[in-house]
């Protein structure tokens, strides 16, 4: 049987699976090359593949629709630019952008702790400012600015901590 | 007596291992960078990514040239 075996696969598995240490040299050459066109990758999407983002106020709820304590996910300015609206017990509303500035998970209101929490990493912000509370985020979350015009809000802008357009 | 061929073998080997271990060192780096990049690109900031990428095209050119002089090295007598 086993010499059948052989005659029908006559490859010596020690030769087989043999790597030599020049083979293994080339193979590492290869992998430092497929990292570095990844980095390279990465830093022209980057910076060279950035649109010019447009910020064109857009109506995103109405003031009457909202129930205090809930939340209300839209996007703005573009549609894969996720944001949330929070309209707070005490009457107020705020937006964040709903990108974690950690890792950009998206964020989810949680109304138990009234804070805005990102549930990869265990971050979480402030509902008044988007400050960091607690965990790895480095940044607050940028803010939407809200315009309400009747009973309709609208989004204007988005306005990073230190008060610079994003 | 061994003979001076033995000799030159065995420094050629340690000095292959030499240069395997420092193209690993390289690689882990080149890793550490691209893991680096993409998290800073990911939490919003892009400022370390042009140069991130320049040190491992750069470190990508030192491990090209040491496979080079491998090849060289095994090739002379």
């Given at each position: 049987m086993e010499e059948r075996l052989i005659d029908d696969f006559p490859v010596d598995w020690e030769e087989d699976h043999y790597v030599s240490r020049r083979e293994f040299f080339k193979f590492m050459t290869l992998a430092s090359g497929g990292l570095a066109l990844g980095t390279g990758a990465v830093a022209v999407i980057a910076n060279l593949v950035r649109a010019e983002i447009r910020f064109v106020p857009a109506l995103i709820a109405k003031v009457s629709d909202l129930v205090p304590g809930q939340a209300l996910a839209f996007t703005f300015p573009r549609p894969k630019d996720l944001c949330i609206l929070v309209a707070k017990k005490d009457g107020g509303i705020a937006a964040f952008t709903r990108r974690c500035t950690h890792l950009s998970c998206p964020v989810e209101w949680d109304p138990e702790r009234n804070r805005l929490f990102c549930p990869c990493h265990n971050g979480a912000f402030s509902i008044e400012t988007g400050e960091v509370l607690q965990g790895p985020p480095p940044h607050p979350l940028p803010r939407v600015s809200l315009e309400i015009r009747g009973d309709e809000i609208w989004a204007t802008g988005v306005v990073k901590s230190h008060g610079e357009e994003a | 007596m061994k003979s001076p061929r033995y000799y030159r073998h065995i420094q050629k080997s340690a000095l292959f291992v030499a240069l395997l271990l420092f193209c690993l060192v390289l690689v882990l780096l080149q890793l550490w960078l691209f893991v680096a990049v993409l998290e800073n690109y990911l939490a919003g900031?892009?400022?370390?990514a042009i140069p991130a990428a320049l040190a491992s095209a750069a470190i990508l050119a030192v491990n090209g040239w040491m496979l080079r002089g491998v090849y060289r090295v095994n090739r002379e007598p």
């Open positions: - | 900031r892009r400022a370390m």
